[in-house]
Each structure stands twice: as C-alpha cells, then as structure tokens.
C-alpha cells in the first residue's frame, strides 16, 4: 500500500520568509495529491492539491511542486505570515476512486514575529 | 456553506464499554469516510463507505468497529469494546463522488474520544 513520508516534522522561519515542506509517497498508482492544513484543535482542511499530469501549481502565496518520476512533492510557502503558523499536512491518494487519502505525518510550522 | 457535522465533539467513556460517533455528511455527498487522529500524530484512515456498504477499511478497522448509514442523513460509527488505544479524535468526512481528486473531502470537526 502507499506509504507517505513527511519532511520536516517541525519548522521555525521568520515572518516573511519562505517555508518549504517536502513529502516522497511510494505507490506509483498515486496521482493526486491534496494538502491540508490543521489549525490547533480544528478540522484539517485542502488548502492546495495536485495531479500528477502537472509539474506545478500556485495560488496566491502557496505553491507546490511535484516530480513524479523521484515521486517527491512540496509545499512552498512565501512571505509568510503568523497565520501560517498551523500543522501541514501532505497526502497522497487516487483521484478517480473512492480511494483513501494517506497523509504524512505533519509538519508543525511556526512563524517568528 | 454546508459542513459535515459530528456529535459529540467530546465523549469520554470506560474501558470496555460501546460508543457510537455521530456524523451528518453534507447531504448531496455520496461517499463516507472515518478518519482518527490519535493526539500529536497523523491523520490515519478507517473506512470508506459507499452505496450503503464499506468500500475499503484499514487495519486498525477491526472487528471491534462498525459502519452504519442508519438513515438517509446519518453515518455512525461504532467501537464495542473501547480500550485505551482508541483514545483520539475521529474525524468523519465526506465527498460528493468520484475519488477525492474529482471532489475534495470536506472533514467535520471531530469527536473527541477519550476511554478511561
């Protein structure tokens, strides 16, 4: 079965920098992969995805990279802000089934003021 | 927007003893899911459920758990005999069709498991 490794599992940058958070997945057949970020108590929630018929996606201050060939996907964050500050995590399933999404284990970022 | 709703959001209970977890998918969304989150770790998954039966369970869905849609709005999910392992939060999600890449999962905010 797929298996979702997630790197790192805590991250410390300065408000305005950048983030990077990076995931391998091992199942070949995965090709979509959603993102979700968990505020502290709360519902994880998609904040971004991608299919493996593309290389990249953006929306706004959020990106993410996907090479399927090394089956390596990540997250970008840029000019981050303290309401980045949440656990993030990564996740691979496929997306024509009803197949069960896998996550990472997390990534808790923090944003220093 | 409409949102998948849990009941309860904390439920403490005995080692031993049965518990039901409460879900009301969004109500155009045909598949089903229960996820758990034990404290600090990942989101793990138990169980898809589709057209009134499962469609893929893990291994931590054992025996000792169930699925039911025992109405046209509700999915429960039920342990019959907690034991401390269990404690986590359970998150129930839904998805209007297609495998989660056609339709997103949208995730209620949990219940709060804790079995003392």
């Known amino acids: 079965g797929e298996n979702v490794e997630q790197h790192p599992s805590t991250l410390s940058v300065q408000e305005g920098d950048s983030a990077v958070i990076k995931c391998t997945y091992s199942d070949s057949a995965s090709n979509y992969f959603p993102w979700y970020k968990q505020e502290l108590g709360k519902r994880p929630q998609l904040i971004i995805d991608i299919r493996s018929n593309v290389g990249e996606k953006k929306d706004q201050r959020i990106a993410v990279t996907l090479n399927k060939t090394a089956k390596h996907f990540s997250l970008h964050i840029t000019e981050t802000q303290p309401e980045d500050s949440a656990v993030y995590f990564c996740?691979?399933?496929?997306?024509?089934?009803?197949?069960?999404?896998?996550f990472g284990s997390g990534t808790r970022l923090s944003i220093r003021p | 927007e409409p949102e998948v709703t849990q009941t309860p959001s904390h439920q403490v209970t005995q080692m031993g003893q049965e518990v039901i977890l409460r879900c009301v998918p969004i109500s155009n969304h045909l598949y089903f899911y229960w996820y758990r989150q034990i404290l600090g770790q990942k989101v793990e998954f138990l169980v898809s459920f589709y057209n009134n039966e499962i469609s893929e369970k893990s291994e931590i869905f054992d025996d000792q758990f169930s699925v039911e849609r025992p109405d046209g709005s509700n999915f429960t999910l039920k342990i019959r005999s907690t034991k401390l392992e269990d404690s986590a939060m359970y998150f129930c999600a839904s998805s209007e069709g297609g495998g989660p890449g056609n339709s997103p999962l949208h995730f209620g905010n949990g219940t709060r498991l804790t079995v003392t």
């Open positions: 996740a691979a399933t496929q997306y024509s089934s009803a197949s069960k999404i896998i």
